[in-house]
């Protein structure tokens, strides 16, 4: 079972959590759109590789993050974000889903790096 943190909870669970990241498995189209989260403002390294890949597992796995290491991801809503967590579980990666994604992270007034 995927763990589920609302976006709310994110700066806390950072605090709590100092080597974790942030993974954004958005299109690049939502994130020209959208803008991109700023971990580095609230203290998180973030990581952007869309889900879409048909080689995503693969390609997260040349980015050589410990599997020991927890994982926040993200998408638009938290959908896509779940299925990339189950994924990465899978592969015996520590995810937790980020439920109500760059929606909730907007609302939640998090650091948002603007459109391009």
Not at 10 to 17: F, L, R
Not at 92 to 104: E, R, S
Request: charged letters at 25%; aromatic letters at 6%.
């Amino acid at each position: 079972m995927i763990k589920q943190l609302t976006s709310d909870k994110v700066k806390d669970h950072i605090k709590n959590n100092p080597t974790c990241l942030l993974l954004d498995v958005r299109t690049p189209e939502e994130w020209n759109q959208d803008g991109k989260p700023d971990g580095e403002k609230i203290g998180i390294k973030t990581i952007f590789l869309t889900i879409l890949d048909e080689n995503f597992a693969t390609e997260f796995k040349k980015l050589n993050i410990k599997n020991d290491q927890e994982i926040l991801v993200m998408c638009m809503s938290g959908a896509r974000s779940h299925t990339a967590a189950q994924l990465l579980t899978n592969e015996n990666y520590n995810c937790i889903n980020i439920i109500d994604g760059i929606l909730g992270w907007k609302d939640n007034q998090l650091p948002i790096k603007p459109a391009e």
